[in-house]
C-alpha cells in the first residue's frame, strides 16, 4: 500500500470535467498545442467552460507580465556578492 494514499481501495477517482483548449491560428509559422484544464465541477455547463478559459488566459498574461518586469528590473540575474563569487559560476570548483 502507498504511505500518501488515504484510503486502501486502489480505485479512488476524483470527478470533474475536462476541458481542451485549441487555437486555430497562431502568429508566425508556429503550430498550437492544445491546453489542457481540468474543473473539480462534474457537468460543467457552456457558461463555466467560457468562464474558466477567459480566467485562464487571464492568469497567463498576468505571469507573463511579471515575468517581463522582474527581467527588465533584472531581478532573474544572479546577485554577486563580491568579486571573487564571480570567478567561481555555478559548478566550477
Given at each position: ?14 470527478e ?6 485549441t ?19 462534474p ?51
Amino acid at each position: 500500500m502507498d504511505r500518501g494514499r488515504t484510503t486502501r481501495d486502489p480505485r479512488r477517482s476524483c470527478e470533474g470535467t475536462v476541458i481542451r483548449l485549441t487555437v486555430d491560428h497562431l502568429p508566425g509559422d508556429r503550430h498550437p498545442k492544445p491546453v489542457w484544464l481540468w474543473y473539480s465541477s462534474p457537468g460543467a455547463g457552456t457558461t463555466d467552460i467560457d468562464r474558466l478559459w477567459q480566467m485562464f488566459l487571464r492568469r497567463f498574461d498576468i505571469e507573463h507580465t511579471f515575468r517581463l518586469f522582474k527581467q527588465t528590473l533584472g531581478w532573474t540575474a544572479p546577485k554577486i556578492r563580491n568579486p571573487e563569487a564571480a570567478d567561481h559560476g555555478p559548478g566550477s570548483s
